[in-house]
């Protein structure tokens, strides 16, 4: 079954220590997406792709980058973690950039930051 | 500027009864409006969503959700609640004046179905 795909389920790190997030996707979609999920919270949209264009929420924090080296793959860079960090991270992918196109979710990996 | 309003926390249904999980919105022009269910520890199933055409739109595992364009809502329903409907659901609407892939979506909405 096509579907997206996110390793590790959870990560733990020290604070201050980098990590990387990684999210694949055999649907051939345009469009990626990464999702943060605080707890008891709604997913508040980082930053996407859109093929190879990298499109930037204005208020994601300079600590969280992004890579897409290509179609299938999208990596999650948080070179600084803090404890605000601890979260849900959500990849997400749709065919396109249209506003009516479905947005298909992984199963989220959760940080964890000590 | 666009928003999603679900005003209840958390519903609780007896299995068997029908439930509505409710949604209000408010964006400039035509609204997309989408709805999301999360289970514990698990990412967003997509269950349906209204682009535009008819009012009542059908999906996943028997929902359904009514778009009402004078009461600026986009209510998921069903007609009989089941034990394993009991998750956390999200209503989500596009984003039209910011970033184009942003999915604006409301605080969720806690459906507990007791047996």
């Known amino acids: 079954d096509a579907m997206v795909i996110q390793n590790p389920r959870y990560q733990v790190t020290q604070f201050g220590k980098p990590v990387t997030l990684s999210c694949s996707q055999t649907?051939?979609?345009?469009?990626m997406y990464w999702y943060q999920q605080k707890s008891s919270q709604a997913p508040k949209l980082l930053f996407h792709?859109?093929?190879?264009?990298?499109?930037n929420e204005a208020d994601t924090p300079d600590n969280f980058q992004s890579r897409r080296p290509n179609t299938s793959f999208c990596f999650l860079d948080i070179r600084s973690p803090g404890l605000g960090d601890a979260a849900m991270y959500l990849c997400?992918?749709?065919?396109?950039?249209?506003?009516?196109?479905?947005?298909?979710f992984g199963p989220g990996t959760r940080l964890l930051v000590l | 500027a666009q928003s999603v309003a679900q005003p209840e926390d958390q519903v609780n249904v007896a299995e068997g009864n029908p439930l509505t999980v409710k949604c209000t919105y408010s964006?400039?022009?035509?609204?997309?409006l989408f709805w999301y269910v999360q289970y514990p520890n698990r990412g967003l199933q997509f269950l349906l969503k209204?682009?535009?055409?008819?009012?009542l739109v059908k999906g996943s595992y028997g929902f359904e959700a009514e778009f009402n364009k004078s009461q600026t809502s986009f209510h998921l329903k069903k007609p009989s609640a089941l034990v394993s409907d009991s998750a956390l659901y999200f209503c989500?609407?596009?984003?039209?004046?910011?970033?184009?892939?942003?999915?604006?979506f409301g605080k969720g909405t806690k459906l507990s179905v007791k047996p």
């Open positions: 997400a992918t749709s065919r396109a950039g249209g506003l009516g196109e479905t947005q298909y």
């Open positions: 649907l051939n979609h345009n469009v």
């Open positions: 792709y859109y093929d190879k264009d990298f499109n």
């Open positions: 964006v400039s022009g035509n609204p997309y």
């Open positions: 209204y682009i535009t055409g008819d009012n």
């Open positions: 989500a609407v596009r984003n039209y004046g910011g970033s184009q892939g942003n999915l604006i």
